[in-house]
C-alpha cells in the first residue's frame, strides 16, 4: 500500500467514525437472541438527521432530504414482556424496550449486508414493517422489535421509518408526509426485492402506515407484475384508510396481484372513531363496526379479544393477535385453519371474528 492509499483508507475509517457509518469489513450486525429478549434490526427512513457528523447522531421528526440505511439492536424488557400478558393496560414497548446499538450505513452497505443474511440465514423470509402515525423512529424500532420478539420471528426483519412528527397534534401533518414518503417506501421496498432474487417479503402496516405499504405495493406491481410472487403476506392492522378510497382505488389493485390479504379491524379501536370524526364521519377501514368485506382479503374482526385501553395497538400487546399473526407468517395458516377464528357472515360476504 503506497503513501497515497494509506491515506485515502485512514480517511475513509476517520470518516466512518465521525459519521456514524461503517465501512463493508467493518459492518457487524448484533446478533438477534430471542433468549435475552436482544433483536437485531435493518432499517431505512426518509427522516432528516440529527448530529449527523457525531457518533450520538438521531433521526429527527422532519423530512430528509434523502433515504438512510442501517442496523440497530433493541432489547426486549423481558419481565415486562411476561406482565404484558395479564395486564388490561396499554402495554408500552416504546417505553420499556430500549436501543442498546444504532448504526448508520450507506445503501450499498445496506443491500450487501441483507443479501449476507440471508444467505446465511434459517430462510429467505423478511419482514418489513411500517409503523403509522405519532411515532418517533425510535419508537418505530421498539415497538417492531417488540413483534418480532413476539412472533420469534426468525428471518430477517426490516422496518421504514417516515417522517412522521411524533406528536398527537400532528395528524394532519402526518397525512401529508405518508403520501410524500410513497415513493421512498416503494423505492425501499423494490431494492430489497432485487437484493435477493430468491427473498419470500411480509409486509406489515399499522394505521397510517397503511397509506403508503398499500400504495408503494400497487406501484410496485404496476411497474413489474412478476414481482407479485415474490410477496407471501399484505397484513394491515388497524388501517387508518377512508373505507370507500381503499374499496374503489386501492384495493382492486391489490386483489389483482392475487397476494394474501390479511385485515384486522375492531368495534373497540378509539383512534379509528377519532380519526373519522377528523375525516368528517368517513369511515375507516380498521374501524370493525360495519367491516368491510371483500372477496380474496381475510377481515378478521378482533373485539372479543380486545382488552387494552384504547385498543388501537394491539399488533403490539395482544397475545391473541399476536398468535394469529405468527400463524400467517410463520407458518402459513389459512384462516380456516386457525383455531381462534371463527366464521361470521354479513349481506356482503363472510368474515372471520376472532375469539379467546
Known amino acids: 500500500m503506497n503513501y497515497l492509499q494509506r ?65 440497530c439492536q433493541v432489547v426486549i424488557d423481558i419481565k415486562k414482556d411476561a406482565a404484558r400478558r395479564k395486564s388490561l ?42 409503523h403509522g402515525y405519532n411515532e418517533s423512529f425510535d419508537d418505530a424500532a421498539k415497538k417492531f422489535a417488540q413483534i418480532v420478539y413476539s412472533l420469534k420471528f426468525d428471518g430477517l ?22 403520501k410524500w414518503s410513497k415513493v421512498n417506501i416503494k423505492n425501499f421496498i423494490k431494492d430489497l426485492l432485487y437484493a435477493d432474487s430468491s427473498s419470500q417479503i411480509y409486509l406489515v402496516a399499522h394505521s397510517m402506515g397503511n397509506r403508503g405499504m398499500t400504495r408503494a405495493f400497487n406501484d410496485i406491481i404496476s411497474d413489474d407484475p412478476l414481482l ?4 407471501k403476506a399484505l397484513i394491515m392492522a388497524a388501517p387508518d384508510i377512508d373505507s370507500e378510497v381503499f374499496k374503489v382505488d386501492i384495493a382492486p389493485k391489490m386483489l389483482a396481484a392475487r ?45 372479543l379479544v380486545s382488552r387494552k385501553i384504547l385498543g388501537h395497538n394491539y399488533i403490539f400487546n395482544n397475545q391473541a393477535v399476536i398468535e394469529d399473526l405468527a400463524e400467517v407468517i410463520n407458518r402459513g395458516t389459512p384462516p380456516e385453519s386457525r383455531s381462534c377464528l371463527k366464521p361470521a357472515k354479513t349481506a356482503e360476504g363472510p368474515y372471520w371474528k376472532m375469539e379467546k
Open 7 to 71: 491515506y485515502r483508507y485512514l480517511f475513509a475509517l476517520l470518516l466512518a467514525a465521525t459519521c456514524g457509518c461503517v465501512s463493508d469489513n467493518q459492518i457487524k450486525t448484533a446478533p438477534t437472541d430471542l433468549a435475552k429478549g436482544e433483536i437485531a434490526l435493518f432499517y431505512a427512513t426518509d427522516r432528516n438527521i440529527e448530529n449527523e457528523n457525531k457518533s450520538n447522531f438521531e433521526y429527527g421528526e422532519k423530512r430528509g432530504s434523502a433515504v438512510s440505511f442501517g442496523i
Open 89 to 130: 393496560w396499554y402495554f408500552k414497548p416504546h417505553v420499556y424496550n430500549h436501543i442498546k446499538d444504532l448504526k448508520k450505513i450507506d445503501k450499498h452497505q445496506f443491500l450487501s449486508a441483507v443479501r449476507r443474511k440471508l444467505a446465511t440465514g434459517k430462510n429467505k423470509k423478511i419482514l418489513i414493517f411500517i
Open 157 to 178: 426483519p426490516i422496518f421504514f421509518s417516515w417522517a412522521s412528527r411524533d406528536k398527537l397534534n400532528g395528524y394532519f401533518a402526518d397525512e401529508a408526509t405518508i
Open 228 to 231: 407479485a410472487t415474490r410477496f
Open 259 to 303: 397476494v394474501p390479504v390479511v385485515l384486522y379491524v375492531s368495534t373497540k379501536d378509539l383512534a379509528m372513531s377519532s380519526s373519522a370524526s377528523l375525516k368528517t364521519t368517513y369511515q375507516r377501514l380498521g374501524d370493525g363496526h360495519h367491516p368491510v368485506i371483500i372477496a380474496g382479503i381475510d377481515t378478521i374482526d378482533i373485539s
